[in-house]
């Protein structure tokens, strides 16, 4: 007997053409293949699409002028004086890519325990924001809140006797995202997973005016081993003392991943995310399926390491398994990516229009 969605039919006896060594007749009804044996066709029934729409690009500043100082471990990644930044954002902006986030490398003779460049009006991510947005003011300017970047200890808070203490470092933040938010940032994004965070924020940009200020939260940011070529490039791999694992999540955790993100919405996240990308795409869907929310994630530096060095040494098609990897975000459910194969994917997408 053959199925045919869920109804017995009776096999037919009738032969069929064949060509030569094809197997056995079967006289089959369904034949999934049908809609994928041409590339016009497979466009037609295809279920996620990619888009320029869904990429963020991560850009790394730093001090100087007319200066790009690559990233050894991340190859075609480079620390960017602010001018250069400025041009980036103009290639984002040619390549319809609606927004981008910045990163600091903040000189280690700034770097305190309090991070208190973190609160600096004119530090390399206000000047940044100032500089692109006088330029580009309809480019979308993501910034990060969290004091990594700014510590001599390469932690995330305030420290006080080998323990982060929480509350306190929420007050930083605060001042962090209102400087920010001043500069002309669009969207305050905290990656430090303090609790109580998402709340103070959203009541201190308020506050200050900045209601149209938007919040997406790292609000599923996992304690992973893939951020390595990202602490390089910000300059905190050397300066981290211990581990960051009382504060970032427990890998092995998914229905913790849930109470974190209800708490950020209810603190008034408008958008969340999930971070890293691939190993966690069941949060990602389990965060779009629960709560219906903007959701979001993080391809993380490892990730883009792994597909580059792999790429680099002809193990894999690199320029496949980056669009394979962006799309696999979508189908698990994303909203939009932060990537730093964002112009690279951008070009791809440009060129197949």
Same mark, same amino acid.
């Given at each position: 007997?053959? @199925?045919?969605?869920?109804?017995?039919?009776?096999?037919?006896?009738?032969?069929?053409?064949?060509?030569?060594?094809?197997?056995?007749?079967?006289?089959?009804?369904?034949?999934?293949?049908? %809609?994928?044996?041409?590339?016009?066709?497979?466009?037609?029934?295809?279920?996620?699409?990619?888009?320029?729409?869904?990429? #963020?690009?991560?850009?790394?500043?730093?001090?100087?002028?007319?200066?790009?100082?690559?990233?050894?471990?991340?190859?075609?990644?480079?620390?960017?004086?602010?001018?250069?930044?400025?041009?980036?954002?103009?290639?984002? &902006?040619?390549? %319809?890519?609606?927004?981008?986030?910045? !990163?600091?490398?903040?000189?280690?003779?700034?770097?305190?325990? /309090?991070?208190?460049e973190a609160v600096?009006?004119?530090?390399?991510?206000?000047?940044? &924001?100032?500089? @692109?947005?006088?330029?580009?003011?309809?480019?979308?300017?993501?910034?990060?809140?969290?004091?990594?970047?700014?510590?001599?200890?390469?932690?995330?808070?305030?420290?006080?006797?080998?323990? @982060?203490?929480?509350?306190?470092?929420?007050?930083?933040?605060?001042?962090?995202?209102?400087?920010?938010?001043?500069?002309?940032? *669009?969207? #305050?994004?905290?990656?430090?997973?303090? *609790? +109580?965070?998402?709340?103070? @924020? /959203?009541? +201190?940009?308020?506050?200050a005016g900045f209601?149209?200020?938007? #919040?997406? =939260?790292?609000?599923?940011?996992?304690?992973?081993? !893939?951020?390595?070529?990202?602490?390089?490039?910000?300059?905190?791999?050397?300066?981290?003392?211990?581990?960051?694992?009382?504060?970032?999540?427990?890998?092995? %955790?998914?229905?913790?991943?849930?109470?974190?993100?209800?708490?950020?919405?209810?603190? +008034?996240?408008? $958008?969340?995310?999930?971070?890293?990308?691939?190993?966690?795409?069941?949060?990602?869907?389990?965060?779009?399926?629960?709560?219906?929310?903007?959701?979001?994630?993080?391809?993380?530096?490892?990730?883009?390491?792994? #597909?580059?060095?792999?790429?680099?040494?002809?193990?894999?098609?690199?320029?496949?398994?980056? $669009?394979? =990897?962006?799309?696999?975000?979508? /189908?698990?459910?994303?909203?939009?990516?932060?990537?730093?194969?964002?112009?690279?994917?951008?070009?791809?997408?440009?060129?197949?229009?």
């Amino acid at each position: 007997m053959a @199925i045919k969605f869920g109804r017995p039919i009776e096999m037919r006896d009738t032969p069929r053409r064949e060509t030569a060594l094809s197997a056995p007749s079967l006289d089959l009804v369904v034949r999934p293949r049908r %809609n994928r044996k041409a590339e016009w066709a497979r466009r037609m029934v295809r279920e996620n699409v990619l888009t320029t729409d869904d990429l #963020i690009w991560p850009l790394f500043v730093a001090d100087g002028h007319d200066k790009r100082t690559p990233v050894v471990s991340m190859p075609g990644v480079d620390r960017l004086s602010v001018d250069q930044a400025v041009r980036e954002a103009e290639r984002a &902006v040619k390549l %319809n890519i609606p927004c981008i986030a910045l !990163f600091p490398y903040t000189d280690p003779g700034l770097r305190d325990e /309090r991070g208190s460049e973190a609160v600096n009006p004119d530090n390399l991510v206000c000047q940044s &924001v100032r500089a @692109i947005k006088k330029e580009f003011p309809e480019l979308g300017v993501l910034c990060d809140v969290a004091l990594d970047p700014f510590t001599s200890h390469g932690h995330d808070g305030l420290i006080e006797d080998g323990k @982060i203490l929480n509350d306190a470092t929420v007050t930083v933040l605060v001042r962090q995202a209102l400087v920010q938010a001043e500069a002309g940032c *669009d969207i #305050i994004a905290p990656s430090d997973m303090m *609790d +109580g965070r998402v709340g103070a @924020i /959203r009541e +201190g940009l308020d506050a200050a005016g900045f209601l149209d200020v938007q #919040i997406m =939260s790292y609000a599923a940011k996992y304690a992973s081993a !893939f951020y390595g070529p990202f602490r390089d490039a910000v300059g905190s791999a050397k300066t981290l003392t211990g581990d960051k694992r009382t504060y970032q999540m427990d890998n092995a %955790n998914s229905d913790e991943a849930l109470r974190e993100v209800e708490l950020d919405i209810a603190e +008034g996240a408008d $958008m969340v995310m999930v971070k890293p990308g691939m190993p966690y795409l069941d949060i990602v869907r389990r965060v779009k399926d629960t709560f219906g929310m903007p959701t979001f994630v993080y391809q993380v530096s490892g990730e883009y390491a792994m #597909i580059m060095a792999a790429s680099h040494n002809n193990w894999i098609d690199g320029e496949r398994a980056m $669009m394979e =990897s962006l799309l696999a975000f979508k /189908r698990a459910g994303a909203n939009g990516i932060l990537t730093y194969f964002a112009p690279h994917a951008a070009e791809k997408l440009k060129n197949e229009s």
